[in-house]
């Protein structure tokens, strides 16, 4: 069997919808007859409530579960706002174009390159990308799914790769959104990997308030299709302009946490990244939620954004985007940081990677560890010149990095 979608025989779908509407990930319930395991070295615990893949095939009087109840203002008032009415008017958000790209995304990809580490991987727009590496289902290794921002009518683009270097398209991770949200503005999809399942997380419009605000969805398997019952957001922080760019984070005890940015406000309120412990099924939020970083440096005004949290020789990492992203100002920084949840310090007074001759505006770096142990880090950038919807387009690219002291080295 190929890596692309393809028919599967007939008892494989009824087991594979068997064990969904059961709620369990059995070893022959995932791609292939095969069990898909999240990656060594995550910690993995109780499956999501919803497993989408019976989704389609549930009759209407018995629908999936909900998630967990997300932080509320009414029930939990320690958590960013998920409450679905605002007590009065809203400041208005920090400006920002509609991530969404406008063009259908390719179904193949051109030849592939003959270096993986710096090279465009994917000839599409693939904007925001989150790379999560997941036990081959025949156990020879890891293979590797990539999710991006919507693309003409693909909310969640999916693709997967055995290598990094080929990538083949698998299509629509979300089908429907959350009945909340409004369609077009889905941006900064990232997943976390449990036990027998997985979370994704993403940002949308909320339609009440025309706010970008987070939300969650679950599957059994890596490449979806994912399903999101919430009412209201997972996180909002509408005072603060909305809330986008969920990004997962496992540390080495095991402990989930989640990353993200609040929008900023156009009466004064900087753009802010966040921290928050996850649930160990990565469908609630505990404690309080910790600011790291917010706008504080020239190149970076006037937004950061795109966080992603990894660790790295004996400290945390926190890489983001800074500027705008649709001009070749976009740049990629990052801050060293004494726990998930801060404190955090900028090493630097200036981005770690900026436009070059090939490569403009890079952006939302995404970091994962390979299937040799390497740190890696996905980003986004425009070709050199063509920066801007409709011609050009945002491209995954894959770079290697490191840590000496404080100083973040990024090898393409």
């Known amino acids: 069997m190929g890596w692309g979608t393809s028919a599967r025989p007939r008892a494989v779908r009824s087991l594979l919808l068997a064990c969904a509407a059961g709620g369990l990930l059995l070893p022959a319930c995932a791609i292939g007859g095969h069990a898909t395991r999240p990656v060594a070295g995550l910690e993995v615990h109780t499956p999501p409530t919803s497993p989408s893949t019976a989704a389609a095939a549930a009759p209407a ?39 969404v790209a406008p063009a259908a995304p390719p179904r193949a990809s051109a030849a592939p390159p003959a270096n993986p580490a710096g090279p465009v991987l994917w000839q599409g727009d693939f904007p925001d990308p989150f790379v999560a590496p997941v036990s081959d289902p025949v156990g020879t290794g890891s293979v590797y799914y990539a999710y991006a921002t919507q693309s003409g009518t ?75 019952s919430s ?64 706008t504080d440096q020239p190149w970076e005004l006037p937004i950061v954004e795109g966080p992603s949290m990894t660790r790295a020789g004996g400290r945390y990492l926190l890489a983001y985007a800074g500027n705008r992203w649709e001009t070749p100002g976009y740049a990629i920084g990052y801050a060293v940081c004494a726990t998930p949840a801060g404190p955090c310090r900028k090493p630097l007074g200036a981005p770690v990677m900026a436009s070059n001759a090939s490569e403009a505006g890079p952006g939302s770096p995404s970091f994962f560890v390979d299937r040799a142990g390497a740190l890696r880090m996905a980003y986004h950038a425009w070709t050199a010149g063509q920066v801007g919807y409709p011609g050009g387009a945002r491209r995954l690219h894959v770079a290697s990095v490191s840590l000496a002291g404080d100083l973040m080295n990024v090898r393409e």
């Open 61 to 99: 009087t018995a629908p999936p579960r909900p998630l967990a109840q997300p932080l509320n203002d009414a029930a939990r008032p320690s958590g960013p706002s998920s409450a679905p009415s605002p007590p009065h008017p809203l400041p208005k958000p920090l400006s920002e174009p509609n991530r």
């Open 154 to 228: 693909t909310q969640v683009q999916t693709l997967r790769s055995p290598d990094l270097a080929h990538w083949e398209w698998v299509g629509e991770a979300l089908p429907r959104l959350a009945s909340w949200a409004t369609f077009g503005y889905l941006w900064g999809p990232s997943v976390l990997a449990r036990r027998t399942g997985y979370v994704l997380y993403y940002a949308t419009r909320e339609t009440a308030t025309a706010r970008q605000c987070i939300s969650a969805a679950v599957s059994l398997l890596p490449q979806g299709p994912f399903l999101d």
């Open 231 to 294: 009412n209201h957001p997972f996180i909002c922080q509408r005072e603060r302009g909305g809330s986008i760019d969920p990004s997962p984070f496992v540390d080495d005890d095991g402990t989930p946490w989640l990353v993200w940015k609040s929008e900023g406000t156009l009466s004064g309120e900087p753009t802010r990244i966040w921290a928050q412990r996850l649930t160990a099924d990565g469908q609630g939020l505990l404690g309080q939620p910790s600011e790291l970083v917010h």
